[in-house]
């Protein structure tokens, strides 16, 4: 069965950085993008970052590229996000979803075929 897990999300005071976590089961996760997505209240829900089965098609939204890395940890089962700079307008939820078919990034996040059930990123000023 085809899991995802986001953790890692805490407050943190603005500035700061953080390491966030996508620990994935019932797949190969070098065989299948990797995005990640935030919704804050009463926002919908964005794209940040996605990273292609190739790890040569990474893609990074305009509000936090040059201050954001996304890597897989195959060791692990794990894709991470790790954002530095962190700003107020970050604070979110976070999730991470999986493209089975292998598509390369950037990906439409309706064709994402599994999601994991969020972490919570607070920036406070």
């Known amino acids: 069965e085809v899991q995802l897990q986001a953790s890692g999300g805490r407050l943190v005071q603005a500035g700061g950085s953080l390491r966030l976590a996508c620990v994935t089961a019932?797949?190969?996760?070098?065989?299948?993008?990797i995005g990640w997505f935030r919704q804050a209240p009463g926002k919908e829900r964005e794209g940040v970052s996605c990273i292609s089965v190739s790890d040569g098609s990474r893609w990074y939204s305009d509000s936090v590229k040059d201050r954001s890395t996304i890597t897989r940890d195959t060791a692990k089962n794990t894709a991470w996000l790790e954002m530095n700079s962190l700003k107020p307008e970050d604070t979110a939820t976070y999730y991470c979803?999986?493209?089975?078919?292998?598509?390369?990034?950037?990906?439409?996040?309706?064709?994402?075929?599994?999601w994991g059930q969020g972490t919570r990123v607070t920036v406070s000023s």
């Open positions: 979803a999986a493209d089975l078919l292998g598509r390369v990034c950037p990906i439409r996040q309706a064709e994402y075929d599994y």
């Open positions: 019932g797949f190969v996760i070098d065989n299948h993008a």
